[in-house]
């Protein structure tokens, strides 16, 4: 019998593994053995189980909300035949519904723009790592442009927005896509934006919205320009954010 | 085609609720599991057969912390296993009638839970609301599996002093 004893801190390991069913046979009847002549793991085994009820108990379960599921596994829209006929072919490829997910993550955003998505996130997370948000802090355009003229080879339209809750906080320069970059700062609450404006040689393309790393991104291109928006605000906030740049410009 | 709802569709729930305790928030939560459909949805090819549960879990836990890192930025939350060891925590047996009182409080017991440590608060949710056996835990925890034990044993009884402490505060 002195080999099947164990020690208290063996015991208060064990207590776990018993407490979860995970033990075999021979080892729950020790620690039971255990259990029956120690006070002191018999009443650290009592805590450990109405601990164990208790979150089982008042512990809320999360469930999935409909929308996210809906949104995942889209029940067929009305089908048409010729959209009958597409799902025979893809059918044993992709289900609509994946499909329907594959292409509102992949398609939306054209995998040219990835990189400078890429860099817009890492260049605002660093902004906000270091004291180095703006290089001119201000809340007025009119401090804020001037500031850009001669250093930048086109102009960023530059507006506040404080009375739309979107108060601007200041400019710096940024390098994406080995490119000099005019960063533009707004607040929003607690949440910071970063606004990065580019020039491009390409035609316009409409706003578009993704998550990167955790953060929302609005991006379009308009006049010769690209526009990058991060920030950790909701998506919906952020968009409606760009719909004011948008025609603010 | 129709394999990828089958397998997952049945683990939304799951795959939300450890998303949404790791994460904290809603939105987030449903950012990291439409970002884990995707990529189950993309690497579905490399899962042969198995336990579905455990392999979109893995993902979702993954998901999760790249998002916790992400959002930290410079405030860097700790994940967990850089926590000093505290034996002490492990035998501390005071005060069992507010232990009693406490684990009834479904506030505090919830409280208490969130100020866990990620890696711990992931294996009580995985264990307590999955009901998910030691050998999926690690799989899903990316331990060893003669790991989860301990890794519970300290997860509770840091829970335990959580709870005790919410009392001092009080």
């Given at each position: 019998m002195i080999m099947n004893e164990l020690d208290c801190t063996a015991c208060q390991m064990l207590v776990h593994g018993y407490l979860d069913k995970e033990l075999d046979t021979v080892m729950a009847a020790r620690v039971a053995g255990h259990l029956a002549v120690c006070a002191n793991c018999a009443r650290l085994h009592d805590q450990a189980r109405r601990l164990k009820v208790s979150v089982k108990r008042h512990a809320p379960y999360y469930s999935a909300p409909v929308s996210l599921t809906a949104n995942l596994?889209?029940?067929?829209?009305?089908?048409?035949r010729a959209v009958e006929r597409w799902r025979k072919w893809f059918a044993p490829v992709f289900s609509a519904t994946a499909l329907a997910l594959a292409v509102m993550l992949?398609?939306?955003?054209?995998?040219?723009e990835q990189p400078l998505m890429d860099e817009a996130v890492s260049s605002h997370v660093r902004s906000l790592m270091g004291?180095?948000?703006?290089d001119v802090v201000s809340s007025d355009r009119h401090t804020v442009k001037p500031w850009f003229t001669g250093k930048l080879d086109f102009s960023p339209p530059v507006f506040d927005y404080s009375a739309q809750g979107f108060p601007l906080l200041g400019g710096r320069l940024d390098y994406l896509q080995h490119q000099t970059t005019a960063a533009l700062s707004y607040g929003r609450a607690k949440h910071i934006i970063n606004v990065f404006i580019l020039p491009t040689q390409e035609a316009d393309k409409p706003l578009q919205s993704q998550m990167v790393r955790g953060f929302n991104v609005v991006f379009w291109q308009e006049n010769h320009m690209q526009f990058v928006l991060v920030s950790d605000l909701e998506k919906s906030e952020l968009e409606a954010f760009s719909q004011l740049l948008k025609n603010g410009a | 085609m129709k394999r990828f709802e089958d397998l997952f569709a049945p683990h939304m729930d799951a795959a939300y609720n450890l998303a949404r305790w790791l994460t904290g928030n809603d939105s987030a939560a449903r950012d990291v599991v439409q970002e884990s459909a995707l990529r189950a949805f993309r690497f579905l090819?490399?899962?042969?057969?198995?336990n579905a549960k455990a392999w979109f879990l893995t993902i979702v836990r993954n998901e999760s912390y790249t998002w916790l890192k992400a959002s930290a930025g410079?405030?860097?939350?700790?994940?967990?296993?850089?926590l000093p060891e505290d034996d002490a925590a492990l035998s501390h047996g005071q005060t069992p009638e507010l232990l009693a009182i406490h684990t009834e409080n479904a506030m505090l017991v919830q409280q208490a839970l969130c100020a866990l440590p990620p890696i711990f608060r992931e294996v009580i949710i995985l264990k307590?609301?999955?009901?998910?056996p030691y050998k999926d835990i690690a799989l899903v925890a990316d331990i060893?599996?003669?790991?989860v034990m301990s890794r519970l044993a300290r997860a509770r009884a840091m829970l335990k002093l959580e709870l005790l402490k919410l009392h001092d505060h009080e």
């Open positions: 596994f889209a029940p067929v829209a009305p089908q048409t992949y398609v939306v955003t054209p995998a040219s004291e180095h948000l703006n | 090819h490399r899962f042969t057969d198995g410079h405030h860097w939350v700790a994940i967990g296993d850089e307590e609301l999955e009901d998910m060893p599996i003669g790991t």
